[in-house]
């Protein structure tokens, strides 16, 4: 996209100027670069929905940070193990694509810790069981690749990029939950009904990860008008549940829907309703493990203030000893 150099002084009429051009650039599918004018309101839009997606991934490590030690097998470990740092760098990308829409990542840590900003509600759910992990590959990261293959597309460059490379990494993560919990589910019937269990409690809040209904979601109207979003929450949900009830058919397993069937005239599964009073009580704080998370969040910034401080005195040291030869 060719730079659009904003003026020193923006009189009103030059703003309505730039936003129409901005929104005809949007319509050519034109891309919107970090150093292209962009409206005050679609820079705040893009920190909101990129610094929580961020925080998804660097809170969503814990639920399977907490079987590392676990794991049933040296292989099983080894590949959970890079699965979390992949999550560590996923965050590390968005972050820095955050970053440059002008704010800062001390900035939007401060809003995650003090409870400020959101993340995604599944990571507020306890991992009580190995299956539980197994389920997280397949469905939370199922759900999560839906979602993010839609927004390779996205209108801000930083953030389309970013996702291209995170959905090669969820197919990964995907995959090994679902080896998991095929072992499971074929294994031994304690290993099946463990399976059982865990999709049980992890059905419903993977549905949630979509958002609201669209006659719900507030903020989905202008992310449509920016292309921030290509397809609404209850599509991609609709396109999650297609997509994994033929899964859970192959492993033998059972969605906890007594409304769930196929639908041949739409050629879609209708399902239940979604306990949205739970979603909103998980999003605003009160789910069985957001005050866990965000306390384990915090704790690790401040045990890793001394590598943040010595990483920034190497680099000064490095810079002084550069000026000086
Ligand atoms: N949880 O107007 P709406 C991963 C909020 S991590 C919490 O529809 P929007 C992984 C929403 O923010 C990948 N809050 O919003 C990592 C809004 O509040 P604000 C996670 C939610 O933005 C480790 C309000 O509800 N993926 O893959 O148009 C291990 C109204 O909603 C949720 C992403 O972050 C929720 N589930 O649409 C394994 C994807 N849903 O901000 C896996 C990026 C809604 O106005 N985000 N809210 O105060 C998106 O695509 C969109 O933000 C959403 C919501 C579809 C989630």
Same mark, same amino acid.
């Given at each position: 996209?060719?730079?659009?150099?904003?003026?020193?002084?923006?009189?009103?009429?030059?703003?309505?100027?730039?936003?129409?051009?901005? *929104?005809?650039?949007?319509?050519?599918?034109?891309?919107? $670069?970090?150093?292209?004018?962009?409206?005050?309101?679609?820079?705040?839009?893009?920190?909101?929905?990129?610094? !929580?997606?961020?925080? @998804?991934?660097?809170?969503?490590?814990?639920? $399977?940070?907490?079987?590392?030690?676990? %794991?049933?097998?040296?292989?099983?470990?080894?590949?959970?193990?890079?699965?979390? *740092?992949?999550?560590?760098?996923? /965050?590390?990308?968005?972050?820095?694509?955050?970053?440059?829409?002008?704010?800062?990542? #001390? !900035?939007?840590?401060?809003?995650?810790? &003090?409870?400020?900003?959101?993340? @995604? @509600?599944? +990571?507020?759910?306890?991992?009580?069981?190995?299956?539980?992990?197994?389920?997280?590959?397949?469905?939370?990261?199922?759900?999560?690749?839906?979602? !993010?293959?839609?927004?390779?597309?996205? &209108?801000?460059?930083?953030? /389309?990029?970013?996702?291209?490379?995170?959905?090669?990494?969820? &197919?990964?993560? !995907?995959?090994?939950?679902?080896?998991?919990?095929?072992?499971?589910?074929?294994?031994?019937?304690? *290993?099946? %009904?463990?399976?059982?269990?865990?999709?049980?409690?992890?059905?419903?809040? /993977?549905?949630?990860? +979509?958002?609201?209904?669209?006659?719900? @979601?507030?903020?989905? $109207?202008?992310?449509?008008?920016?292309?921030?979003?290509?397809? &609404?929450? #209850? #599509?991609?949900?609709?396109?999650?549940?297609?997509?994994?009830?033929?899964?859970?058919?192959?492993?033998?397993?059972?969605?906890? =829907?007594? =409304?769930?069937?196929?639908?041949?005239?739409?050629?879609?599964?209708? +399902?239940?309703?979604?306990?949205?009073? $739970?979603?909103?009580?998980?999003?605003?704080?009160?789910?069985?493990?957001?005050? #866990?998370?965000?306390?384990?969040?915090?704790?690790?910034?401040?045990?890793?203030?001394?590598?943040?401080?010595?990483?920034?005195?190497?680099?000064?040291?490095?810079?002084?000893?550069?000026? /000086?030869?």
């Amino acid at each position: 996209m060719a730079e659009v150099e904003k003026p020193e002084l923006v009189t009103a009429t030059d703003e309505a100027a730039l936003e129409a051009t901005f *929104q005809a650039r949007l319509d050519t599918e034109t891309r919107v $670069e970090p150093r292209d004018w962009m409206p005050e309101k679609y820079r705040k839009f893009m920190i909101r929905q990129i610094s !929580q997606h961020a925080h @998804s991934e660097y809170v969503g490590m814990l639920p $399977e940070g907490n079987w590392i030690t676990r %794991a049933p097998t040296l292989r099983r470990k080894a590949a959970l193990l890079a699965k979390i *740092q992949d999550e560590a760098g996923h /965050a590390a990308y968005l972050y820095s694509a955050a970053e440059t829409l002008g704010t800062s990542r #001390d !900035q939007m840590l401060e809003d995650l810790h &003090s409870g400020k900003a959101k993340y @995604s @509600s599944i +990571f507020n759910y306890p991992t009580l069981t190995w299956a539980d992990i197994g389920t997280i590959g397949w469905l939370v990261d199922g759900a999560a690749i839906v979602n !993010q293959v839609a927004l390779c597309r996205t &209108s801000y460059g930083p953030y /389309a990029r970013a996702m291209v490379r995170i959905c090669k990494e969820e &197919s990964f993560h !995907q995959r090994q939950g679902f080896e998991i919990i095929t072992t499971l589910a074929h294994g031994a019937p304690e *290993q099946k %009904a463990m399976a059982q269990d865990a999709l049980n409690r992890w059905w419903w809040p /993977a549905l949630m990860m +979509f958002g609201p209904h669209d006659a719900d @979601s507030p903020n989905s $109207e202008i992310a449509f008008k920016w292309k921030v979003k290509r397809q &609404s929450n #209850d #599509d991609l949900r609709q396109r999650f549940v297609d997509m994994t009830i033929p899964q859970a058919d192959y492993l033998g397993l059972t969605v906890p =829907d007594p =409304d769930l069937k196929w639908n041949g005239e739409t050629g879609q599964y209708d +399902f239940g309703a979604i306990d949205w009073e $739970e979603f909103w009580r998980v999003v605003k704080g009160d789910g069985l493990c957001n005050r #866990d998370r965000l306390d384990a969040r915090r704790s690790a910034h401040e045990e890793g203030a001394w590598v943040r401080e010595a990483a920034l005195a190497h680099a000064g040291k490095k810079r002084a000893a550069k000026s /000086a030869a």
